[in-house]
Nanobody
Framework: VQLQASGGGLVQAGGSLSLSCAASGLAFSRYTMAWFRRPPGGEREFVSSIRTNARTHYGDSVKGRFTISRDNTKNTVYLHINSLNTDDAAVYYC?????????????????WGQGTLVTVSS
């Protein structure tokens, strides 16, 4: 199984960014997909998840600014980020867990991508 995250980069505060995570080696449509992030010097934290039935969940700090979506025909999950601020600077990871569940902690997730770095300039 491979999860390949991409789309990170340097963005000005107030800008937008879209991240992608392409999955291979798993029955993608059967997995809940999630995004976590690790800010500099911080712990990995839940950002968003999307279940197999497309139900979505968001961390409190990103509600209203982030949108998660998935395309089962492309085995890809997306995270669109609006109104970036410096607190959003982090390495963003995608993760997968079998079934339709809401988990906001890292432990249940079976597979992880390598991370993509988002840097925000003020």
């Amino acid at each position: 199984v491979q999860l390949q995250a991409s789309g990170g980069g340097l963005v000005q505060a107030g800008g937008s960014l879209s991240l992608s995570c392409a999955a291979s080696g798993l029955a993608f449509s059967r997995y809940t997909m999630a995004w976590f992030r690790r800010p500099p010097g911080g712990e990995r934290e839940f950002v968003s998840s999307i279940r197999t039935n497309a139900r979505t969940h968001y961390g409190d700090s990103v509600k209203g600014r982030f949108t998660i979506s998935r395309d089962n025909t492309k085995n890809t999950v997306y995270l669109h980020i609006n109104s970036l601020n410096t607190d959003d600077a982090a390495v963003y990871y995608c993760a997968a867990v079998l079934g339709s569940r809401y988990y906001s902690t890292t432990a249940p997730y079976e597979y992880w991508g390598q991370g993509t770095l988002v840097t925000v300039s003020s």
